[in-house]
């Protein structure tokens, strides 16, 4: 006759957010990753991010 697994409490709520963000961190770098591999091009209008970068100091 197999062991029967007690029953535990139900996991923390935050233990359930902290689960849910290493979930989305998952998805978000396999999507980027995939992205990059096949070198999607942006969608137009896309910022990049040299547009947020403050110009450069002016040569002597």
Same mark, same amino acid.
């Given at each position: 006759m197999p062991a029967r697994i007690a029953p535990t409490e139900a *996991?923390?709520?935050?233990e359930v957010a902290e689960v849910l963000h290493l979930?989305?961190?998952g998805w978000y770098h396999a999507?980027? !990753?995939?992205?990059?591999a096949t070198r999607l091009a942006p969608e137009p209008g896309? *910022?990049?991010f040299d547009? !947020?970068?403050? *110009?450069? *100091?002016p040569k002597p």
């Open positions: *996991p923390h709520p935050s979930m989305l961190c999507i980027s !990753f995939t992205a990059r896309t *910022p990049a547009d !947020f970068l403050p *110009p450069a *100091p």
